[in-house]
């Protein structure tokens, strides 16, 4: 059996920057136990599967598809940048020809659509609302040990823990934060936590950021994702009332790093574009 599958770095214009996904294109039914057994091997934070969902949908014509996304350890309700690699792979190396893509997932429809050299992704926007200290404590030392906190959050739609840090630390303490993410595991006490965002303001006079992040999943087998689409979902809700802001440029502090332009909608959704770099065509064979 051969399946094509794509390695594409997202929220980047740049190889070997932003985040990589695995991509594939499923021509027909994949065995269940498969979509992990292939996701644990291409050992990537995401890999995605773009199915077709009637026997005679086509990869360059037909606007609507199924799509899923794995980690090494298991599926995953939503993922950001694998939605970004997969549309990327549908627009730019399938020539797909529809203005914009719907996928069916466990998040409900998404669409995403090409403006100029991004693609923009149409996805929920979720509410992260205030949380006790006392509750996470241990959790948070393990992250940033002692430093100043100035907000805590809880997003119980996405089990999303979103960390503010005081606005006296700069972009590159955030950066230089040395983080043992694998001891989030045994730290986190109340079985709620899947995700830990740490942020801080940005300095968005003039052409800045708004915003800046880090974000972990240990839970998911992801010690440090690179670029999350999903984590603003809920950063993007938090920072927009925080800054009285709809329209906001994010930037991901990892070591690959990546960018992303946000749009707060009236509609209780959020438009996050960013773009991609195709790194790898190939087939898996099995």
């Known amino acids: 059996m051969q399946i094509p599958i794509f390695t594409v770095d997202a929220f980047t214009n740049r190889p070997f920057s932003g985040n990589p996904a695995a991509v594939c294109l499923l021509e027909n039914d994949l065995d269940e136990d498969l979509h992990q057994k ?20 086509d990869f360059t014509k037909s606007s609507c598809f199924g799509l899923r996304w794995f980690t090494p350890a298991n599926e995953v309700p939503l993922c950001g940048h694998a939605t970004l690699a997969s549309a990327a792979v549908l627009f730019h190396v399938q020539k797909n020809t529809n203005s914009v893509l719907t996928f069916v997932t466990l998040s409900g429809e998404l669409k995403a659509r090409q403006v ?34 100035q907000d805590l959050r809880y997003s119980p739609d996405t089990k999303k823990l979103l960390v503010r840090l005081s606005d006296t630390y700069e972009r590159s303490v955030l950066e230089e934060l040395k983080v043992s993410a694998q001891r989030f595991l045994s730290a986190e006490k109340t ?7 740490l942020t801080v303001k940005g300095n968005s006079s003039g052409k800045g950021h708004d915003f800046y992040s880090r974000y972990f999943a240990p839970w998911y087998g992801v010690l440090e994702d690179p670029v999350t689409g999903s984590a603003h979902a809920v950063l993007s809700s938090y920072w927009s009332e925080q ?26 959704r959020v438009d996050i574009a960013g773009q991609t770099a195709v790194v790898l065509k190939g087939n898996l064979t099995f």
């Open 243 to 268: 800054l009285g802001k709809k329209e906001m440029l994010a930037f991901q502090c990892s070591r690959r790093g990546g960018e992303l332009k946000i749009s707060v909608r009236d509609d209780g």
């Open 38 to 57: 292939i996701a644990t091997e291409m050992n990537l934070s995401e890999t995605a599967f773009i199915r077709k969902l009637k026997p005679g949908d």
């Open 191 to 197: 079985g709620k936590v899947k995700g830990l965002i």
């Open 116 to 149: 100029k050299d991004h693609i923009v992704l149409d996805l929920p926007l979720y509410t992260a609302y205030p949380q006790e200290l006392k509750e996470v404590d241990e959790l948070i030392k393990a992250a940033v040990g002692d430093m100043i906190v």
